[in-house]
């Protein structure tokens, strides 16, 4: 009895094992899944690193574009221009004209009262602006308000 329990017991084995070698190389080379080693997953794991680090072509921010505004004479020149959000505005004065941001009543009264926090360009100075944010922008030329020298940058 006991030599039929061994024996079964080695027969079960034999057909459960042969089984499986079937099963095995009944499957082509693309079927079967290879287990990387470490080194493997290491890379594997650097290279998913490194495209989570990619940004979509859309979240790119866009090139900015740089403007220029002078004075030649008594006036601005543009004295009107329109930017893009990130856009740069150079101000290039001559060393008797400043621009100063004023409010829109300032402006449209021709006076000089600078607007609280807004941006300041020194007599004669070059100096360049990024405007982040839209919408209207007024400035002057404090020594020449009354000659009506202003302009206004309209961002979108």
Known sequence: MKKRIVFSFFLISFIIFGCAQEVV???SPEQIQQVPNQQDAEEMVVAEDEVNDV?????LEPESTTFEIKTPGLIFTPDELTVKKGD?????????HNAVQVDKE??????KDPLENG??????ETKELTFDQPGAYYYICQP??????KGVIVVE
Do not use: C, Y
């Open 106 to 111: 300032t402006w449209d009264a021709n006076k």
């Open 119 to 124: 941006f300041k360009v020194g007599l004669g």
């Open 144 to 149: 020449h308000a009354s000659f009506k020298m």
């Open 55 to 59: 940004q979509p072509a859309e979240e």
């Open 25 to 27: 190389q009944e499957q």
């Open 88 to 96: 740069k505005v150079r101000f290039v004065l001559g060393s008797s």
